[in-house]
């Protein structure tokens, strides 16, 4: 903390980071001339850390470390009011200590550390263009971001979600978690047992809470402005091959943001 903060001394914080808690192999960052100096910039290629530039006025690609400011703001600094840099440090240091080991924490956490460690589950509705509605269970790795699978059908039950997880792990390692939502397909008896029986573990989110599945939430965005609301379905088959070919290309082609633009299925083969 600091009455500004220049280069060479978000230097010598990221340094005394690294000291007690190891180096990472990348930082996101937003184009703040901290950020872009020579002087972090050479910094970065001495430790090997790879620094990760975000588009400029596109916050929401440093989702984490904006939500945690949000947080910050909230619990600490509108709270209190400052007499000096030491006192506003003292009180910094106390708020840190109780976020890391007191405050509950009820969102699922970060990004995991490998593919096909936790995956994400959501249901989307749309309509074909005789009014019939359908829906679509989304299937994301956290990881990886991959669309994992989607299930499309008129009605979709939990014996229906439980089968079709059963099949995904015919083509891929199952998960230690699944993400979902409190909805009845979800907290089914038919779920239950599928979860007794695979051995994955299913992480419910508070209800009213979608941020809490935040993964396949945005995921479920890109999927209804890229695909849902630039088709208009003549019928379930039609909806089932314009999604499938979405996916192929969500998964293959279209460079994610967040995977420093790489598409999906290219970031987890790298990372493998």
Same mark, same amino acid.
């Given at each position: 903390?600091?009455?500004s903060l220049p ?74 009011? %400052? !007499? ?19 405050? *509950? ?6 990004? *995991? ?9 959501? $249901? ?18 956290? $990881? /990886? ?8 059908? !008129? ?5 229906? !979600?439980?089968? $079709?997880? /059963? ?24 779920? $239950? ?10 992480? %419910? ?9 935040? %993964? ?6 890109k999927f209804r ?7 208009? %379905?003549? /019928? ?37």
């Amino acid at each position: 903390m600091d009455f500004s903060l220049p280069a060479p001394r978000v230097i010598r914080a990221l340094d005394q980071i690294i000291e007690w808690r190891g180096k990472p192999e990348a930082l996101r960052c937003d184009n703040g001339p901290e950020y872009i100096s020579q002087a972090l910039v050479a910094w970065a290629n001495q430790q090997r850390i790879t620094l990760m530039y975000i588009q400029p006025g596109k916050p929401t690609q440093n989702a984490y470390i904006e939500r945690f400011n949000r947080t910050v703001r909230h619990e600490w600094l509108d709270l209190h009011s %400052f !007499v000096s840099l030491d006192h506003a440090q003292n009180l910094a240091t106390q708020w840190l200590w109780q976020y890391n080991n007191e405050r *509950p924490n009820t969102a699922i956490g970060g990004v *995991p550390p490998r593919v096909n460690q936790r995956w994400s589950i959501d $249901f989307v509705s749309d309509q074909l263009s005789s009014g019939r509605r359908f829906r679509v269970l989304n299937v994301v790795d956290d $990881f /990886s971001r991959e669309m994992v699978g989607q299930l499309v059908a !008129v009605s979709i039950t939990g014996s229906q !979600v439980a089968r $079709f997880l /059963s099949e995904l792990f015919e083509d891929r390692e199952k998960p230690q978690k699944i993400i979902c939502d409190n909805g009845t397909e979800c907290t089914s008896k038919a779920m $239950f047992f599928w979860s007794q029986e695979s051995g994955v573990k299913l992480g %419910f989110i508070q209800p009213g809470k979608p941020t809490q599945n935040a %993964f396949v939430e945005s995921l479920n965005g890109k999927f209804r402005n890229e695909c849902l609301n630039r088709h208009w %379905f003549r /019928s379930l088959d039609d909806a089932k091959t314009e999604i499938m070919l979405w996916q192929n290309q969500y998964n293959n082609v279209r460079p994610h943001s967040s995977l420093n633009y790489l598409p999906p299925v290219a970031f987890a083969r790298q990372a493998a």
